[in-house]
DNA sequence: CTGAAAGCGCTTACAG
DNA sequence: CTGAAAGCGCTTACAG
């Protein structure tokens, strides 16, 4: 990642002639300062100067210098969002609603992907700080946050979203992950399984982990059997769900249902099932509606296979062994990083690291 | 949207201290002329003296105040984005690509959503002018694009993605719509069938007219028959293809094969096909492997309608009904993107717009 | 209610 | 190779 910083002079600049407020100021026969404050919405200058002065702007096309201002004000009316990966659905949801609520403040949102490298991230702090957006949200890529402290520490307003790295300590909007895994594993449970399998995330992420945790806590409480066997960790990407869940159904006395970490690692599950899956002599079948397990079956039966995912998306309900999906309020999420922020921006956020956990919803499919 | 300017002022500004290159220039004994050439990697100051400055700005932990640079060099290393959406998967993977580009030369991306809404894209782009962008990547919203010619006219430099709207004039990076709409008709013929239905998407919009195009180009070549009512247009939405694919296959003698407009339409044609119309009462049944039309079947056989879409998604080999993908070249879109517009931005793009085509890709599936 | 003036932090001819 | 000085276009005490 090569910066050419010189470039910025060496670009022939387009003459793109734009107004300034001395011609505006002069247009409307009043000093620049009058005019500034007339275009701010001063309520001190008079209403007819206002006029006057607004009329001569929109004649002229004016509009303000945006770093003149930024330089003066030290605000840009920008925030800064960091996601591990702008390809991934939950996380693009959850800019849609973040760019949506900061519009309609007229904010900008300057977004990059940290391409789930803990180095990117911290050079993406810097990259904001230079270009002093008024705050960051930032979706972490790691388990790693004592950089995110760290720039909360030098006046930087931030606020984390999804997941929570270890020695943050910021502002964050989290949610119930746990419950959210535990209201699924359960409802597995309730279609007869009494076998469950795990195919998990990195558990340094918190939401991993959290939901690994949740399916822990519902085996627990209903008294099914852990088997290590059949909880793996992967990375959450579609090539780690079609492996994880492949090589558990290629084991002996595979459970019939799993608990899916996420979205992207369900869409994997459920290719291996409609591919490799189909075809495999696999050893994996269990009854699913009596719940009891059978003996080795050698002819598949592991279309049989029930999952509940976290993540509930647009095509959740097509993936064909797809039971349950835990909806997670992103528009909420959204709203309250953006009411977080600007909280901190103004100097309103508190002393202390303001958590939000959020409801999840437990969405039932075919 | 409200913008309250105002509050730019109002807001507490955190002190976030940070060092000017007035302070560098005194650590290291020269002048801020020279410490700002240094910085800048200008050749022509002495080795010797650029090692003290940049010194000097490490210690201090000086990064330039990106505001007073842009106010002097009129240019911010900023592309501006909008997407009709940011929730719509292609724009997002195309978001992604150019991001990935534009950070390796040190810019940023400032991501607007124009809501589909012809009005906001042209607020954003004066919001955009306002922020003195160094250039605009657009994925117009509609099929309007003067507002585009007239930005452009006025020295912003100016690409458009995807879509080419009517009187835009500019640069565009567009995909053989046409082409990959006619592959994916050939193949479903392929597979025997003589009638194909269009689960399409808004003419006006030069992707939607182009794929409708080439389904229709794909009808006449092979002298298979265009049954008007047969043919819809939609939102590209995934409701609209609920709705529309749920219309034709209630209607009598409908095809037992589907050209698709896009991604979510597609979404939405499968959803129907796996609720409403698993229990549907439909006469939409056509012998499919023999390509012969079969009486009104009573008890449905929907579920042997074949689709070809255009849009290959991590998803879409998971879309039971799906045959035939049409795979964009998202990577490339995204880098020619930048190119085009890094050329406009350095005023290298020549005096004529420059259109364009890159070729699609047709994916097998199941 | 309005204006003259200073200044935000850089870059860049210009002169040496 | 380096520095003094101007200036980018705003905003905002300060004075009136």
Redesign the interface.
């Given at each position: 990642?090569?910066?050419?910083?010189?470039?910025?002079?060496r670009?022939?600049?387009?003459?793109?002639?734009?107004a300034t407020i001395r011609e505006v100021a002069a247009k409307a026969g009043v000093s620049t300062a009058t005019a500034s404050r007339a275009?701010?919405?001063?309520p001190k200058v008079l209403s007819s100067t206002a006029q006057r002065v607004r009329k001569a702007a929109a004649r002229l096309g004016y509009?303000?210098?945006?770093?003149?201002?930024?330089?003066k004000?030290?605000?840009?009316?920008?925030i800064g969002v960091i996601a591990p990966?702008?390809?991934t659905?939950f996380f693009?949801?959850l800019?849609?609603r973040i760019?949506?609520e900061l519009?309609?403040?007229?904010y900008?949102?300057?977004?990059?992907?940290s391409?789930e490298s803990l180095a990117e991230e911290k050079r993406l702090l810097?990259?904001f700080?230079?270009?002093?957006v008024?705050g960051v949200i930032a979706i972490p890529a790691t388990a790693s946050g004592s950089h995110f402290k760290a720039a909360a520490a030098?006046?930087?307003?931030l606020v984390l979203a999804d997941r929570s790295p270890r020695g943050a300590g910021t502002d964050a909007v989290l949610v119930d992950n746990e419950g959210g895994a535990c209201a699924a594993t359960r409802a597995l449970a309730g279609l007869g399984h009494r076998r469950i399998g795990l195919v998990g995330g990195d558990p340094r992420l918190s939401t991993a982990r959290e939901r690994h945790a949740g399916y822990l806590r519902a085996l627990a409480e209903l008294g099914l059997p852990r088997e290590e066997a059949f909880e793996r960790y992967g990375n959450m990407h579609?090539d780690s769900g079609y492996r994880m869940l492949g090589q558990m159904l290629s084991l002996p006395g595979a459970p019939g249902a799993f608990f899916v970490v996420n979205a992207?690692t369900h869409?994997g599950c459920?290719?291996w099932l409609?591919?490799a899956g189909r075809s495999a002599d696999s050893p994996a079948a269990e009854g699913v509606s009596t719940g009891r397990a059978m003996a080795v079956a050698p002819a598949a039966t592991v279309g049989r296979v029930e999952l509940a995912a976290f993540d509930e998306m647009?095509?959740s309900?097509?993936?064909?062994f797809c039971r349950f999906a835990v909806e997670q309020p992103v528009a909420m999420m959204g709203q309250e990083a953006v009411r977080l922020i600007l909280e901190r921006?103004?100097?309103d956020g508190g002393d202390r690291p303001r958590i939000l956990r959020l409801p999840t919803r437990l969405v039932s499919h075919?």
């Open positions: 990642m090569i910066q050419k910083k010189q470039e910025a002079r670009i022939a600049v387009p003459p793109r002639k734009v275009l701010n919405d001063d509009s303000a210098n945006h770093a003149a201002r930024s330089l004000t030290r605000a840009t009316r920008t990966d702008l390809a659905d693009m949801l800019a849609d760019e949506g519009a309609a403040r007229g900008g949102l300057l977004l990059c992907s391409r810097g990259f700080a230079e270009r002093l008024d030098r006046g930087m307003p579609i992207d869409i459920t290719n409609m591919t647009p095509y309900p097509l993936l064909c921006i103004a100097g075919g």
